[in-house]
């Protein structure tokens, strides 16, 4: 979070909250990693944070904070770590994958020593920064499969102590917590719209939009979504369920050939199902199992784009870019330009609204007031949520099919292989 960190502060001080801003190294300087066993794995990032969050216990009541009360928060690639868009059960949020992609670049640098990884990390030392970027230029800026982003944590025996996300939950002290989404989370990933977000993925401009096909959309569940990579030995059977799932309100032989304007007003498909696939089903599986701990859990749902960026979209207008509620939460414009002065009174409304929750929340770990009630998680399928957006209102129909997709799909091996979730 180093932009828009003052509006983000302003928002919570006053309601008695402290806020630190905590920086931590990035890409390969957070992540290089050349193994999973002590002293080969890198996860920098994760222990920077450790750091910090040591610092924080250690100095927050100069601050006039509560060593009791402190919430991780984190958005987007940071939420893998905390809990906000993002979940440590997303395909994307880490793979072994970086260990071959940091073999590759020391290679390129003139610096892999497969005999010694203390030779590879001095010498990697001493190599100029400009070299560094520009050995990391040529690789794009994400990989082409659902582990798309190029560096991400490692399972390693070292700051994960050999063990697997399911275990290291059970471990771990029971927590309140609270997840953040969009409704078009997945748009990260497949729109582009020239924002600091979209731009570091391989999204359809809205132009672009016009051309995709039916063809186009099978060839994304055979080969990206549902690829045998991501899918595990069941894949066959799990591209059948998405295929059933997503293009469900009409016999599949009829969509029409071009379909991501016109069908796609309707279902959104591309977008639909890259949302779940990169984001809602990891989150939900992540629920489910917290569940099964007794842990208490509170979502939101944010369902708004202002008035001014719906044309900017191309698609059903509705359909809420990942992040871009930080545009009302702290001075950031994670997917179009957005004038403060254009705020309205529906989202002046909704600000106070989420921002109170989230404080109330980091006081006494619920979200729920009388102005705001907000049911904690129930059920795994019919997921309880708080919308954000024209009303602030619970609900619990959004994710019940979704739900009951992703959990026979994750229950037939996804992402095993790519994310070690075993």
Same mark, same amino acid.
């Given at each position: ?46 222990? =920077? ?328 998680? =129930? ?31 994750? =229950? ?11």
């Amino acid at each position: 979070m180093t932009g828009g960190w003052q509006q983000f502060a302003r928002q919570f001080n006053y309601r008695g909250v402290v806020i630190v801003l905590v920086q931590y190294r990035l890409a390969f300087w957070g992540f290089f990693a050349l193994g999973t066993k002590t002293g080969e794995a890198g996860n920098y990032g994760l222990w =920077d944070q450790t750091a910090a969050l040591g610092f924080v216990h250690k100095h927050i009541s100069s601050f006039r904070g509560d060593l009791t009360k402190v919430t991780v928060y984190g958005s987007s690639a940071g939420s893998v770590h905390t809990r906000s868009d993002g979940s440590l059960y997303n395909p994307w949020s880490h793979t072994l994958k970086t260990i071959e992609f940091s073999k590759n670049i020391s290679k390129q640098l003139n610096c892999y020593f497969p005999k010694s990884v203390q030779q590879t990390k001095d010498c990697l030392k001493k190599v100029n920064v400009s070299q560094i970027w520009n050995a990391l230029k040529g690789y794009g800026r994400q990989r082409n499969s659902m582990d798309l982003v190029l560096w991400g944590a490692v399972m390693d025996e070292d700051f994960f102590s050999g063990k697997s996300i399911s275990q290291l939950t059970q471990e771990t002290p029971i927590r309140s917590t609270l997840y953040g989404c969009t409704k078009g989370d997945g748009l990260a990933f497949t729109f582009y719209a020239g924002g600091p977000i979209t731009s570091a993925f391989l999204g359809r401009t809205v132009d672009q939009q016009a051309n995709f096909s039916k063809t186009d959309f099978y060839n994304h569940v055979y080969t990206y979504l549902g690829s045998q990579e991501a899918a595990g030995p069941n894949y066959a059977q799990i591209q059948q369920l998405f295929l059933d799932y997503y293009t469900r309100s009409s016999n599949a032989s009829n969509l029409p050939s071009k379909f991501c304007l016109k069908y796609a007003e309707k279902l959104n498909i591309l977008f639909h199902a890259q949302t779940d696939g990169e984001f809602a089903g990891g989150q939900i599986m992540e629920i489910i199992g917290k569940m099964e701990l007794k842990w208490k859990q509170h979502v939101y749902l944010f369902d708004y784009v202002h008035p001014s960026h719906r044309p900017l979209l191309g698609i059903d207008p509705t359909y809420t870019p990942h992040g871009y509620e930080y545009q009302y939460l702290m001075d950031a414009q994670p997917v179009f330009p957005f004038n403060k002065n254009e705020t309205n009174a529906v989202e002046l409304a909704f600000t106070k609204k989420i921002v109170d929750a989230m404080a109330s929340f980091v006081k006494t770990g619920n979200p729920s007031s009388s102005a705001v009630p907000w049911p904690a998680v =129930d059920d795994p399928v019919q997921i309880k949520y708080l919308l954000v957006g024209e009303q602030v209102v619970a609900e619990n129909t959004h994710y019940t099919e979704i739900a009951n997709l992703w959990k026979k799909v994750y =229950d037939l091996g996804y992402a095993r292989t790519i994310s070690q979730l075993q």
